[in-house]
């Protein structure tokens, strides 16, 4: 078909196509997928349902020359799930809102739909519907709606002084890499290593739901914005403050060596999990879960201040400066 | 707090006051709301959970100088919500994606909320989550998560050769008023009632659902694009055709007698429901739910193809002319 003729049913045929394996699957719990008014979903038993949204905008959120399409479908999706698994929730399916121009819905579509849909396999959750219209730019939104056993939900709010402040894996990675696309005149390949988990994060979908079933957490997100400002949240909702040892940060290994810290403290989109661990409740958590290394950088206080202790032991304020769209 | 210094946390601040009304009357199955990583929802037992999302933009479904931000907060929940009607379905809360320039975040923003939270409350469906970021234009992606009986759902895919065609309410009335306010060019009330339809759309939740309880519809849909689009989708999930009589049509009021015809077939935006119903069933079938008239405006043929009866018997293809934003 000529893109010229290309509209919106066969854009939607398109996609359609891309979640079908998946529909097959998840049968028992997706009762109907795409093509209809609505999808229908049949929740399990004894469980809540979560509910989330992410933007993902050309210009604001990715670049159409410096992002691979495949990256911009795997990307969309994980990130949206991220919120899921920081509720300790399991993923079941998402509803994906598509504009593109034109002019993409040839190759760029098709690339884009082979990295939605290898995110819809890894990370076990199925498209069950979306809508698609014309834009300028590529304007996604993806929701995700996700299960978890009832009372099991971990929030942000239900940290306490003395609690343990954890994050998983590393901070300032995605940022890091970031960085090198953005600064790089050279086209990067998508399977260059540095920019893995900048191009293609994965949430910590099995963790999230470890720490919450087995009662560590006492408050837990993802980090999408950036420590700092993620923290801020954190404890804002649990009406406390935390010390931060910036010499316990797990640290980018890719990132330059005079920007190693601000990139743990501000970088965004690392999708790791921030959490908290009551005192006692620490000495049965090991340091890492699945290959994946879970490390104590601070404490959370009663006054409600964020401080970062440096190396020397110097304290100062630590300044939120995560990511802003608005800023 | 200056515009300059707004930011993304507090115009998600200002959402969650919009919202805060119906967390608390929908305390029961919204268990979180607005504010942490994920909104916490608790199905009904016996119940499927209906799932659907909608794109609009700016420019391409309203314009920022023609439509009033009331307006704009309305509609864009009610047209999601029609596709939970058209299932049969009970809307229960929603998703906002919003983007918009930092220019609106003020008094647009605060009478676009007004809006969406007038259609919340009237259409019970509470605001459960949403993300915002910054955009040159605004757009807004809506889910929509509702909740049907099992087994009572309907669905496009249905419709035997010999149903009867109903429509409900009138036809092209959206259109038409959509007409008046581009060509316009006096500044139009918000009020005006020729505008009712096109600016403040009310889905058929009740009908809806009572003609999926009742098993009185073999298949069912909303109209959002236009009779001849989605009576072509009806028919296609169906593997069916039909016949239209034209004079039977609900026209509108408010359009050109010379535009009549033309609106009621390919008008977009109505959000009436679109069913078929067994001929025996007919008889049981008022020709009006709660004072919205039930129309029937032709039969369902074995033959796949869409045909329009004139009323001088003229017999004609019914070509498919609805609003399609790639066409």
Redesign the interface.
């Known amino acids: 078909m000529s893109l010229r003729h290309?509209?919106?049913?066969s854009?939607l045929q398109k996609i359609k196509r891309a979640s079908t394996f998946e529909a097959k699957k998840h049968g028992k719990s997706l009762?109907?997928g795409m093509?209809?008014?609505?999808?229908?979903?049949?929740?399990t038993k004894g469980?809540?349902?979560?509910?989330?949204?992410?933007?993902f905008?050309e210009g604001?959120?990715f670049l159409i020359d410096k992002h691979p399409a495949d990256s911009v479908g795997w990307k969309c999706l994980a990130r949206a799930v991220s919120?899921?698994a920081?509720?300790g929730?399991t993923p079941r399916?998402s509803?994906?809102?598509l504009?593109l121009p034109?002019k993409l819905?040839g190759r760029w579509l098709d690339e884009f739909l082979a990295g939605l849909r290898r995110a819809s396999r890894n990370l076990d959750c199925v498209l069950?519907?979306?809508?698609?219209?014309?834009?300028e730019r590529v304007?996604i939104?993806v929701?995700?709606?996700?299960e978890?056993k009832?009372q099991i939900?971990r929030?942000?709010?239900g940290a306490r002084p003395g609690d343990v402040v954890y994050v998983s894996g590393k901070l300032g990675e995605a940022e890091a890499g970031w960085q090198i696309l953005k600064s790089g005149s050279k086209k990067i390949k998508r399977t260059d290593k540095r920019l893995r988990k900048h191009f293609y994060p994965v949430p910590r979908i099995a963790l999230g739901q470890w720490l919450a079933e087995k009662g560590f957490a006492s408050s837990m997100?993802?980090l999408s914005d950036g420590l700092s400002s993620d923290l801020a949240r954190l404890c804002g909702?649990s009406a406390v403050g935390a010390r931060i040892d910036s010499s316990k940060l797990p640290l980018s290994r890719i990132a330059a060596e005079s920007m190693k810290l601000k990139m743990a403290l501000h970088g965004g989109e690392d999708y790791e999990l921030l959490f908290t661990v009551p005192k006692r409740r620490t000495k049965k958590l090991a340091g890492a879960f699945r290959g994946t290394a879970l490390t104590r950088i601070g404490t959370i206080t009663q006054k409600r201040q964020l401080i970062l202790v440096r190396e020397n032991g110097h304290e100062e304020e630590l300044v939120v400066g995560g990511w802003?769209?608005?800023?």
Do not use: Q, Y
């Open positions: 290309l509209n919106e049913e854009i009762k109907l093509g209809d008014d609505a999808a229908l979903f049949v929740p469980h809540e349902i979560i509910l989330t949204c992410d933007w905008l604001t959120h919120d899921v920081a509720m929730g399916c509803l994906l809102s504009a034109e819905a069950a519907g979306g809508d698609t219209t014309k834009g304007l939104s929701s995700v709606i996700g978890v009832t939900a929030r942000r709010r997100m993802d909702a802003d769209p608005f800023r």
